[in-house]
């Protein structure tokens, strides 16, 4: 049994060493983020890559940086979204592809954010060449869905788009 209080002192110890790890913030902000508190996602991340033990861990970073990502994109923040993954894009250019582009732009127009989706997939589409086609076919699925008014048409006119 002389175990047993070593186990809890060490257990003691543990706790009082304060500071969470960055799956207790990813588990926070994908709960708040779940739960459709898209502030609280964002500010969960941003106290976690605040940390210097969570930023110099490449793989726990880039998995808060896609739940900011998600956060800003449900929330309809298309701009910030787009100014995020030109940010990523150099930092996790294996992670950063066509099809995140393409998703979270499909995450922002059904957020309301129409104008921010098409920014997302023109930036996807000058990022990705070899993907004009299926950025084209986004496009063309938005201008099809409705809601973009004409000075946007003619925007996508005059980028190639339509």
């Known amino acids: ?22 799956a207790d ?4 902000a994908r709960a708040a983020l779940d739960g459709g508190d898209f502030a609280t996602a964002i500010g969960r991340v941003e106290e976690a890559l605040g940390q210097e ?45 066509a099809s995140l582009y393409r998703s979270l732009a ?10 921010g989706a098409i920014e997302i997939l023109t930036a996807g589409d000058q990022r990705f060449p070899a993907e004009h086609a299926s950025f084209v076919e986004a496009i063309q699925a938005i201008k099809s869905a409705g809601g973009i008014d004409p000075a946007q048409v003619e925007k996508l006119k005059a980028l190639g788009y339509l």
């Open 25 to 28: 913030y990813q588990k926070e």
């Open 53 to 97: 033990t969570v930023r110099n861990d490449p793989a726990a970073a880039w998995r808060l940086e896609q739940i900011r990502l998600e956060a800003l994109a449900k929330a309809g923040k298309g701009g910030e979204v787009k100014t995020g993954l030109e940010r990523l894009g150099s930092a996790y250019p294996n992670q950063v592809n």
């Open 1 to 22: 049994m002389r175990s047993w209080p070593t186990v809890v002192v060490l257990g003691a110890l543990l706790a009082g060493c304060g500071g969470k790890s960055a």
């Open 106 to 115: 499909d995450r922002v127009k059904t957020a309301g954010d129409t104008t």
